[in-house]
């Protein structure tokens, strides 16, 4: 199945059901729904427009159909290269990637290696520049698709996170949060201070019927998980220890959001955290 048609029904059910979804906490109900939303919404069904090109045209319009995730501030994901040496991914679409290493060769086979996932690949050079290559992927493996599939939707979540207006927060939420950002999924991050070197933050996500929640404060993590009823979110319950997946794709969409230059310096060193605890 063509990725750009999973990827439809995903957001076409997301429109279908965004409506009756609870707002998380800190939020303005009515607030929320009546700004917020209708520009989440308003993009959604443009990213859903993107995804309806007919399939002789994604050959000849590929930049139009397929999104290239910036992934140069991060060395999350790699290629590793026929001569066992690696090298960083610095854009990835479901239509190719841009290596930073230079090759002689037009058809590699590489391995591509994201947090401990790996999948072998094989990739046609189709340009060179200095120190990098761009290429584009040989066939529409579905395995492949399957493979990119949910990172580049993390991704994509991250990099839409923005800005939630004043007027959509409960003045609790906004005395102990210094950045409050919604985006697609629906994804939220609140973030105590912008400056301090030990942040407290809380990520909000959804993962098919679940919401998962991450909470970074004192460097200390803990996640938690509730399940979505009918478009009602029962309580979250706290897992008994940090939970491994949970934390991988809360640095996804972090390392989508971090594509926005504003937030980088912000949420460069949760970022390392998250990972040094992955590899502890």
């Known amino acids: 199945m063509p990725a750009w048609t999973s990827m439809l029904e995903f957001i076409n059910i997301l429109l279908a059901n965004f409506q009756h979804v609870k707002p998380p906490r800190g939020f303005d109900e009515e607030a929320t729904f009546d700004m917020a939303t209708k520009n989440l919404l308003s ?24 999104q290239r995730f910036d992934l140069t501030h991060s060395t999350l994901f790699r290629a590793q290269l026929p001569d066992g040496s690696s090298a960083p ?19 590699i086979p590489i391995v591509i290696r994201v947090l401990g996932r790996t999948l072998p690949s094989q990739i046609g ?16 493996d579905p395995a492949l698709l399957k493979f990119l599939q949910p990172l ?55 993962v098919e019927k679940e919401y998962l929640e991450l909470t970074l ?16 979110a ?9 939970d491994p997946k949970t934390i991988e ?12 230059e504003d ?7 949760i970022a390392d955290t998250l990972r040094k605890h992955l590899q502890a």
């Open 43 to 66: 993009s959604l069904k443009g990213l859903t427009d993107r995804f309806r090109a007919k399939p002789d045209e994604v050959t000849m319009k590929e930049s139009r159909v397929y």
């Open 89 to 107: 991914i610095l854009n990835l679409s479901f239509g190719g990637m841009r290596l930073g290493t230079e090759h002689d060769a037009d058809n």
């Open 125 to 140: 050079v189709t340009h060179r520049g200095s120190k990098f290559i761009g290429s584009r992927f040989d066939k529409a």
């Open 152 to 206: 580049l939707e993390a991704l994509e979540h991250g990099l839409s996170l923005r800005k939630i207006a004043a007027t959509a927060l409960k003045e609790s939420t906004k005395e102990r949060y210094e950045l409050i950002l919604r985006g697609e999924g629906p994804t939220d991050l609140l973030l105590a201070s912008l400056s301090d070197p030990t942040p407290h933050m809380i990520l909000t996500f959804r």
């Open 217 to 232: 404060k004192d460097d200390r993590i803990a996640t938690a998980r509730t399940t979505d009823l009918h478009g009602v």
């Open 234 to 242: 029962a309580r979250m319950s706290l897992d008994k220890a940090p």
């Open 249 to 260: 794709q809360s640095l996804l969409i972090l390392t989508g959001a971090m594509a926005q």
């Open 263 to 269: 937030l980088q310096k912000a949420l460069g060193p």
